[in-house]
């Protein structure tokens, strides 16, 4: 009797586990990717300044600005960045993730997501 009752919490325990675990792969892949987004945005951030003040304006597109500066953001495999200068003195820069189509947004230094 006793073998056959720890059979079953066995079965349980390993049961729970194959539960629990995809959720948590999920939540520590999402918040990689997040942490990666920001990363590179507020590189991106302190270029856009960097050149800004460099020129006495922001860049017309990312491509002149990066090729200029010689910014390059790490993994970015993952992300597709764009840049839209919005005024002359406001900008917005996008990070689209290509796989979930989840966009982080950097508007004049302020994060927030989409």
């Known amino acids: 009797m006793k073998r056959r009752v720890m059979i079953t919490l066995t079965v349980l325990l390993v049961i ?27 590189g991106l951030k302190l270029a856009l300044e960097a050149y800004y003040k460099a020129n006495g304006r922001y860049p017309d597109n990312l491509d002149n600005m990066m090729s200029n500066i010689g910014f390059t953001a790490s993994a970015s495999t993952r992300f597709k960045y764009s ?8 900008y917005e820069i996008t990070a689209t993730d290509k796989e979930s189509g989840k966009q982080y947004i ?5 994060s927030t997501q989409k």
């Not at 840049?83 to 406001?90: G, T, V, Y």
């Open 16 to 42: 729970l586990c194959v539960a629990l675990a995809p959720p948590i792969y999920l939540k520590f892949k999402a918040d990689a990717k997040h942490a990666e987004a920001t990363t590179n945005l507020n």
């Open 106 to 110: 950097l508007i004049n230094g302020k």
């Open 83 to 90: 840049f839209k200068l919005i005024s002359p003195d406001n």
